[in-house]
């Protein structure tokens, strides 16, 4: 799929969603079975993004639906149906799941300011992260600050 229609998929089917619903299923998507500080730390990466000019969006909602960012969004990963699926279902999907809840009050924390980011995350402006296992040419080209669950966060500069 082209770049333009992902993106056309993307603002279809997620569109109608809030900065914090949408930030809720993008930690859903990708950290839903880490800790509650790995959570935080996918949330914390999508408030640096946010942050930091470099990456279009000026929102929560803009930078996780922002094609080829974050894989969960990506229409060939498994989590796509399933982030379909809560899209489309959002309260009963949120009544009924623990895990969307706590993804949820996570994103409204963190959007709100009640919620701190990971220190780590904060303290070197973050904006990359990959799980362990995953390959991606970047890392090599940056440094490994910290490592929280099963993922592995990344800073600006060489190690």
């Not at 930091?52 to 060939?76: I, N």
């Not at 402006?125 to 910290?146: F, G, N, P, R, S």
């Amino acid at each position: 799929m082209k770049r333009d229609e992902i993106k056309k998929l993307l603002a279809d089917t997620f569109g109608a969603l809030s900065d914090k619903q949408i930030m809720a299923l993008t930690i859903y998507g990708e950290a839903r079975g880490e800790a509650y500080r790995g959570k935080v730390a996918v949330g914390s990466v999508i408030l640096e993004r946010v942050d930091h000019r470099d990456w279009d969006g000026k929102t929560a909602k803009e930078v996780c639906l922002m094609p080829y960012q974050f894989s969960c969004f990506l229409p060939d990963d498994p989590n796509f149906k399933v982030l379909k699926f809560i899209a489309g279902n959002w309260n009963e999907a949120y009544e009924k799941s623990g895990v969307v809840q706590e993804c949820y009050q996570i994103a409204s924390g963190l959007i709100e300011g009640t919620t701190f980011r990971t220190p780590e995350i904060a303290a070197n402006h973050i904006c990359q992260y990959k799980t362990k296992d995953c390959h991606a040419d970047w890392a090599e080209k940056m440094k490994l600050v910290v490592t929280i669950g099963r993922h592995e966060f990344y800073a600006e500069g060489k190690a």
